[in-house]
Protein backbone atom coordinates (compact mmCIF):
# COMPACT_ATOMS: atom_id res chain seq x y z
CA UNK A 1 0.00 0.00 0.00
CA UNK A 2 2.53 2.39 -0.64
CA UNK A 3 2.21 3.35 -4.42
CA UNK A 4 -0.57 4.97 -5.55
CA UNK A 5 -2.46 3.42 -8.76
CA UNK A 6 -4.24 4.53 -11.99
CA UNK A 7 -8.28 3.69 -11.89
CA UNK A 8 -10.51 3.88 -14.68
CA UNK A 9 -13.43 2.01 -14.33
CA UNK A 10 -16.19 1.68 -16.90
CA UNK A 11 -20.04 2.64 -15.94
CA UNK A 12 -21.06 0.41 -13.37
CA UNK A 13 -17.38 -0.74 -12.66
CA UNK A 14 -16.04 -1.57 -9.14
CA UNK A 15 -15.72 -4.45 -6.28
CA UNK A 16 -18.88 -5.56 -5.14
CA UNK A 17 -19.79 -4.43 -1.68
CA UNK A 18 -22.45 -4.71 1.19
CA UNK A 19 -23.25 -3.43 4.14
CA UNK A 20 -24.01 -4.89 7.60
CA UNK A 21 -26.82 -2.24 7.69
CA UNK A 22 -28.55 -3.00 4.40
CA UNK A 23 -27.95 -1.82 1.49
CA UNK A 24 -25.34 -2.76 -1.15
CA UNK A 25 -22.65 -0.87 -3.43
CA UNK A 26 -19.25 -0.80 -5.06
CA UNK A 27 -15.68 0.83 -4.25
CA UNK A 28 -14.60 2.83 -6.65
CA UNK A 29 -10.95 3.50 -6.00
CA UNK A 30 -9.96 1.44 -2.19
CA UNK A 31 -6.93 2.23 0.17
CA UNK A 32 -4.27 -0.23 -1.71
CA UNK A 33 -4.89 2.23 -5.19
CA UNK A 34 -4.49 5.27 -3.21
CA UNK A 35 -1.22 4.18 -0.77
CA UNK A 36 -4.06 4.62 1.66
CA UNK A 37 -4.97 8.18 1.27
CA UNK A 38 -8.77 7.74 0.39
CA UNK A 39 -11.48 5.38 -0.60
CA UNK A 40 -14.58 6.18 -2.78
CA UNK A 41 -17.19 4.15 -3.14
CA UNK A 42 -20.82 4.04 -4.50
CA UNK A 43 -23.79 3.17 -2.28
CA UNK A 44 -27.06 1.95 -3.18
CA UNK A 45 -30.94 1.44 -1.60
CA UNK A 46 -33.46 0.00 -2.90
CA UNK A 47 -37.05 2.29 -2.96
CA UNK A 48 -38.50 1.17 0.67
CA UNK A 49 -35.05 0.70 2.61
CA UNK A 50 -34.69 2.64 4.96
CA UNK A 51 -32.12 1.44 6.57
CA UNK A 52 -28.80 3.42 7.88
CA UNK A 53 -25.83 3.00 10.06
CA UNK A 54 -25.72 2.83 14.11
CA UNK A 55 -24.94 6.59 15.24
CA UNK A 56 -21.49 6.78 15.01
CA UNK A 57 -17.95 8.81 14.61
CA UNK A 58 -14.82 7.43 13.63
CA UNK A 59 -11.01 8.82 12.89
CA UNK A 60 -11.27 9.46 9.54
CA UNK A 61 -13.02 12.35 7.09
CA UNK A 62 -16.40 11.20 5.14
CA UNK A 63 -17.59 13.01 2.64
CA UNK A 64 -20.99 12.01 0.99
CA UNK A 65 -22.45 13.10 -2.79
CA UNK A 66 -26.16 12.31 -3.00
CA UNK A 67 -26.71 10.80 -6.23
CA UNK A 68 -29.85 10.30 -6.52
CA UNK A 69 -33.06 9.59 -4.02
CA UNK A 70 -33.29 11.48 -0.43
CA UNK A 71 -31.58 11.02 2.55
CA UNK A 72 -31.77 12.00 6.34
CA UNK A 73 -28.34 12.65 7.54
CA UNK A 74 -27.85 13.47 11.65
CA UNK A 75 -24.36 15.43 12.33
CA UNK A 76 -24.02 16.02 16.14
CA UNK A 77 -27.86 17.06 16.71
CA UNK A 78 -28.64 18.56 13.42
CA UNK A 79 -30.44 16.65 11.54
CA UNK A 80 -31.13 17.69 7.77
CA UNK A 81 -32.31 16.14 4.58
CA UNK A 82 -30.37 15.76 1.73
CA UNK A 83 -31.51 15.40 -2.37
CA UNK A 84 -30.29 14.74 -5.07
CA UNK A 85 -26.90 16.99 -5.77
CA UNK A 86 -26.45 17.69 -2.53
CA UNK A 87 -23.11 17.28 -0.20
CA UNK A 88 -22.57 16.45 3.12
CA UNK A 89 -18.78 16.59 4.35
CA UNK A 90 -18.22 15.26 8.43
CA UNK A 91 -14.77 15.72 9.95
CA UNK A 92 -12.98 12.89 11.73
CA UNK A 93 -14.21 12.24 15.23
CA UNK A 94 -18.05 13.90 14.49
CA UNK A 95 -20.96 11.98 15.71
CA UNK A 96 -23.41 10.95 12.42
CA UNK A 97 -25.50 8.83 11.13
CA UNK A 98 -27.88 8.51 7.68
CA UNK A 99 -30.88 6.94 6.57
CA UNK A 100 -32.49 6.49 3.30
CA UNK A 101 -36.01 8.83 3.57
CA UNK A 102 -36.71 8.73 -0.02
CA UNK A 103 -39.93 6.97 -1.81
CA UNK A 104 -37.08 6.10 -4.26
CA UNK A 105 -33.86 4.37 -4.69
CA UNK A 106 -31.01 6.48 -3.06
CA UNK A 107 -27.53 5.85 -4.41
CA UNK A 108 -24.62 8.09 -3.07
CA UNK A 109 -20.75 8.30 -3.53
CA UNK A 110 -19.09 8.46 -0.67
CA UNK A 111 -15.59 9.60 -0.04
CA UNK A 112 -13.66 8.39 3.13
CA UNK A 113 -9.82 10.38 3.99
CA UNK A 114 -7.77 8.03 5.22
CA UNK A 115 -8.59 4.94 2.96
CA UNK A 116 -9.70 2.08 4.06
CA UNK A 117 -13.56 1.86 5.09
CA UNK A 118 -13.12 -1.25 2.46
CA UNK A 119 -12.20 -3.08 5.10
CA UNK A 120 -15.19 -3.34 6.76
CA UNK A 121 -17.85 -4.11 4.41
CA UNK A 122 -15.50 -6.65 2.57
CA UNK A 123 -14.94 -8.68 5.97
CA UNK A 124 -15.77 -12.32 5.93
CA UNK A 125 -17.00 -12.21 9.37
CA UNK A 126 -17.81 -10.33 12.47
CA UNK A 127 -14.47 -10.79 14.24
CA UNK A 128 -12.85 -9.45 11.26
CA UNK A 129 -15.28 -6.74 11.02
CA UNK A 130 -14.64 -5.47 14.17
CA UNK A 131 -10.71 -5.72 13.59
CA UNK A 132 -11.32 -3.40 10.59
CA UNK A 133 -13.78 -0.72 12.66
CA UNK A 134 -11.07 -1.08 16.11
CA UNK A 135 -8.28 0.17 13.46
CA UNK A 136 -10.65 2.83 12.12
CA UNK A 137 -11.98 4.09 15.48
CA UNK A 138 -15.39 3.68 14.58
CA UNK A 139 -17.24 3.98 17.63
CA UNK A 140 -21.28 3.57 17.81
CA UNK A 141 -22.29 5.75 20.61
CA UNK A 142 -26.12 5.37 19.38
CA UNK A 143 -29.19 3.89 17.44
CA UNK A 144 -29.68 4.84 14.00
CA UNK A 145 -32.36 6.92 12.69
CA UNK A 146 -35.70 5.62 12.13
CA UNK A 147 -38.46 6.25 9.26
CA UNK A 148 -40.93 9.70 10.94
CA UNK A 149 -38.11 10.96 13.17
Do not use: W
Not at 59 to 81: C, H, M
Not at 100 to 127: N, Q
Amino acid sequence: MDRKSLVILDAGGGTAIRSPTGGHGKIKVGAEDTAGTLTIYESLRPAGDAGGPLLHKHLFDEAFYVLEGEYTFQVGERRVKASTGAFVYIPGGTVHTFRHSGDGDGRMLTVCSPGGIEAMFMAPDSETRAAAERKLGVENVGPPLVPDQ
